[in-house]
């Protein structure tokens, strides 16, 4: 079963940083991961996009929010994806989600959400 762990979550102040991380695991063997990203969803709004990291590749695409601040990245070894945050502002406070989609020949991608980490910008 696909699990996804995040971490690194918390309290800061505004113009702070902090470092997200994402470890998935019970990735089946005949499945490869496509890509990895966060997504962050604050009180009374829709879950949105913040950025992503093609597994081959490398490729990152993020949101015009926080292009500049934020810089996602990969460790292909662990299956673990990273976003560095910087210059966080309070609009930034959201509960933070990990996914990672899964590919396989034949089959249709699968996509897997981890809990969610809290990050709270405020002084």
């Known amino acids: 079963q696909v699990q996804l762990v995040e971490s690194g979550g918390g309290l800061v102040q505004p113009g702070g940083s902090l470092r997200l991380s994402c470890a998935a695991s019970g990735i089946g063997s005949i499945w490869s991961i496509y890509a990895m990203g966060w997504y962050r969803q604050a009180p009374g709004k829709q879950r949105e996009f913040v950025a992503v990291?093609?597994?081959?590749?490398?490729?990152?695409n993020y949101a015009d929010s926080v292009k500049g601040r934020f810089t996602i990245s990969r460790d292909n070894a662990k299956n673990t994806v990273y976003l560095q945050m910087n210059s966080l502002k309070p609009d930034d406070t959201a509960v933070y989600y990990c996914?990672?989609?899964?590919?396989?020949?034949?089959?249709?991608?699968?996509?897997?959400w981890g809990q969610g980490t809290q990050v709270t910008v405020s002084s």
């Open positions: 990291i093609r597994w081959s590749g490398g490729t990152t």
């Open positions: 996914n990672v989609g899964l590919v396989a020949v034949g089959l249709s991608r699968r996509d897997y």
